[in-house]
């Protein structure tokens, strides 16, 4: 378990060895903090033949079944795709409804759970209200609040978060040294698993430009080298967006004027909902006009 994830696991820990723990839960929080890798390391825990203090001990036939990827009463939902559907839900029911073939518990992951469609979250329901003994569900999500409320008030919640930034710069050090020394490394500390991805993806060069772009506006930015990078990858626009979320801050701090921060944060938002509501969207114009923008306001 990652170190910075261990106060979080004690509290299941906890729970598991006091008989209170929920059979459905919602674990939420930022893309890249380690809401699947927790979950998983849970599910193994309760998985296994030999389970002490919610650790797995990676020696019994469940723990080999696990680390090999055909556990039976293991289910884990594709993290792909703009959706999930009601026939994947089903499959859910189906899953749970079936005895363990290990005579044990069976585990249930959803990644990123708020993109389920209203019809997979109403089908969801009467799994939620009607618990099979030794069957646990693990809902995770990196935007809550775009759930349905009937399914919130059915999951135990736990915020997933970095609470010891100490632990994660050492991590980090160790595991993803490249991306730590990078300069925009700062802003996703609450996401170390992002920065090492980015490194194990050779994609600290891309981000970079994303971060020089931005911080480099008012000496001028390449913006067809910008759009280039934007049109790879449609998560590297969410990055520019927190980047000149970033340098607008800076701006405010060093005493820009209200109005010249309302006009940029306003071409931002409409810049954003441009980029997820139009299709065949021209993003080489949306970025223009964007760094048009923010040049006037701040040159």
């Known amino acids: 378990m990652y170190p910075w994830l261990s106060a979080i696991g004690q509290q299941y820990a906890r729970q598991f060895a006091q008989g209170r723990l929920h059979h459905a ?31 797995p001990c990676g020696q019994c036939k469940s723990c080999q079944l696990n680390q090999a990827g055909t556990h039976p009463d293991s289910l884990v ?15 859910i029911s189906d899953f749970v409804h079936h005895s363990a073939q290990q005579a044990g518990a069976k585990c249930i992951i959803v990644p990123e759970a708020q993109r389920m469609t209203v019809a997979a979250s109403n089908a969801l329901l009467k799994t939620l209200e009607e618990p099979n003994a030794h069957c646990y569900l693990w809902l995770l999500s ?23 930034e100490h632990a994660v710069q050492q991590w980090l050090t160790h595991h993803a040294a490249m991306a730590m020394a990078s300069a925009f490394a700062k802003h996703f500390i609450s996401q170390p698993l992002l920065l090492k991805h980015w490194q194990d993806n050779d994609e600290l060069e891309q981000i970079q430009t994303l ?10 930015t390449d913006g067809h ?33 209200f109005a010249s921060l309302q ?10 909902e441009t980029l997820t509501q139009t299709s065949g969207l021209n993003i080489t114009l949306a970025v223009s006009q964007l760094l048009r923008t923010l040049r006037r306001e701040f040159q």
């Open 77 to 91: 939902l594709s993290d792909e795709g703009a959706s999930i559907g009601v026939d994947s839900v089903r499959a």
């Open 142 to 164: 990196s935007d809550s609040a775009t759930l349905p409320a009937t399914i919130l008030s059915r999951c135990a919640k736990q915020h997933v978060y970095v609470d010891d």
């Open 225 to 257: 080298k910008l759009v280039d990078i934007l049109t790879q990858n449609s998560q590297y626009i969410a990055i520019f967006r927190l980047f000149v979320s970033q340098f607008l801050l800076q701006q405010s701090q060093k005493g820009a004027s």
């Open 263 to 272: 006009r940029c944060e306003q071409q931002l938002q409409r810049f954003s």
């Open 211 to 220: 971060y020089q772009a931005v911080s480099q506006l008012q000496n001028g």
């Open 25 to 55: 839960h919602l674990l939420y929080g930022p893309q890249g903090v380690g809401k699947r890798a927790l979950a998983e390391y849970l599910s193994e825990a309760l998985l296994c033949h030999h389970n002490e203090g919610m650790h």
